[in-house]
């Protein structure tokens, strides 16, 4: 493909609530087995983008252990490959990224080496899967400045969550409003674009001159009526897990056979960084319906419509029911837990009830193991 890829990857978001405080959103467990951010890696390495940066920034440690190795996306390359970038102390620059417009800015040295005429930008935190040539054919028969990926919403979505686009019947943007607080459009930005690489260059260098830090605001919401931005309309599956509903959602809809197959089955794959850990063990008295079991776990009692993540142990007589429990969690003996998010690295005591009544509900508890 000719094109580079930028992931945007560094900001925080107060709608995750707990489970943003030790991690970053984009290096959020989906599915039991995935990241978030392995979505749109996996995207790149299936378009066939041979060179992908990731910008990183808040709480990026458990983030850039994931990134580590660069092989698993198939990124391990002489020319081109997988790259890291983190805010840096520089003699001219001292900042933080302020926004995903900075982020760029301040890489833009990596923009303007590159050669491919092309630039794909994606957020982390999408679950989805795209191939990007398809993209970037619209945006050449378009003729068009920006290409934006959009997906029509549901009646019922909360869109002050989202960018949202009017088009024409030529897919041409009329008007782009970020997270209204009410709208009757129902068209919305999945964060992802297509630019031609010395227009985003020439676009960013006028942002950082004008001292605008972000990229929606500042660019295509400024530009809307000066550039030809076009919108692309996706038909499969697409969510964004930028708040706790929507994250307990992307992972329960994975337990829907459509999803499921869209995702685990049918091709291309996502890929993830693989842990050598023993497959899923179901003890006598273990009962499990409709529910996604990651290795290394150990099941004792009954698990119905959830999604359990790796090296997580189920005690005797537990009952867990459509909830989500994240990596390395000890549930005690005789625990109940229902509409729930549980921590990872969690210890839940034997006796206790976690019972999400009034929407879903974070679980967290003291980060040590009690024998019982």
Known sequence: MRAIGIILAGGNN??????SSKRAIAAMPVAGSYRSIDFSLSNMSNSHVQKVAVLTQYNSRSLNEHLSSSKWWDFGRKQGGL???TPTVTAENSYWYRGTADAIWQNIDWLKQSHEPYVVIASGDGVYKMDYNKVLEYHIDKKADITVVCKEMPQDTDMSRFG????????????????????????VSCGIYIIRRRQLIELIEKCAEEDRY????DILVRYKN????????????????ASVDAYY????????????KHFLHDYPDIYSKVQDLPPAKYNAGANVKNSLVASGCIINGTVENSVLFKKVFVGNN????????LNDVYLGDNTCIENCIVESRD???ANSRYVGEDGVKVVIEKNERYIM
Request: hydrophobic residues 40%; charged residues 30%.
């Open 226 to 241: 000066v550039k030809r931005i076009y919108a692309y309309k996706m038909d499969t599956y697409w969510n964004s897990i």
């Open 83 to 85: 790259y890291i970038f």
């Open 249 to 260: 959602q992307t992972n329960m809809d994975f337990l829907k056979a459509d999803v499921r």
């Open 164 to 187: 949202v686009i009017k088009a024409d019947e030529t897919g041409r943007v009329m008007d782009f409003e970020e997270k209204p607080m009410a709208t009757d459009a129902h068209l």
């Open 347 to 349: 210890t839940i005591r």
């Open 14 to 19: 107060h709608r995750m609530k707990e489970l």
């Open 214 to 217: 972000d990229f929606v605001r």
């Open 318 to 325: 537990c009952v867990i029911r459509n909830s989500i429990i």
